[in-house]
């Protein structure tokens, strides 16, 4: 397999680039506070996942794979803050969400198939 097969890849890059065409749309003194975190943190969610699928041992791998989701509920934390603050409007926060939640269930598997491959259950 392929990481750009990889469904929570996959998914992981296309949130990043929703999250990106709303950090466009925000000022410069909110890129500074705000933005600028929020897209570091959405785009290392996909870093980590191809940084932990380029490893051997399952152990490496899910050390990316958890930096991965501390780096998504970041994500979150983001995109409820600029839903709050009135930066993103009610129906792109919504989406979002959905988007991220999708994901956190979808790496939580990806972390929990990873750990099975050595240690199958009986």
């Not at 890129?31 to 570091?40: E, F």
Request: glycine share 4%.
């Amino acid at each position: 397999m392929k990481l750009e097969d990889l469904e929570v890849y996959k998914l992981s890059r296309e949130i990043s680039r929703l999250i990106w065409e709303e950090y466009e749309k925000l000022n410069w003194q909110d890129k500074k506070v705000m933005g600028d975190q929020w897209i570091s943190a959405i785009d290392s969610i996909g870093a980590n996942i191809a940084e932990g699928f380029g490893r051997f041992h399952y152990l490496d791998k899910n050390k990316f794979n958890y930096n991965a989701r501390g780096s998504l509920l970041e994500s979150i934390y983001w995109t409820h803050v600029l839903f709050e603050r009135k930066r993103i409007p009610m129906e792109t926060h919504k989406i979002l969400l959905e988007g991220l939640e999708s994901l956190h269930h979808k790496l939580n598997n990806y972390i929990r198939t990873t750990k099975e491959q050595v240690n199958p259950r009986n």
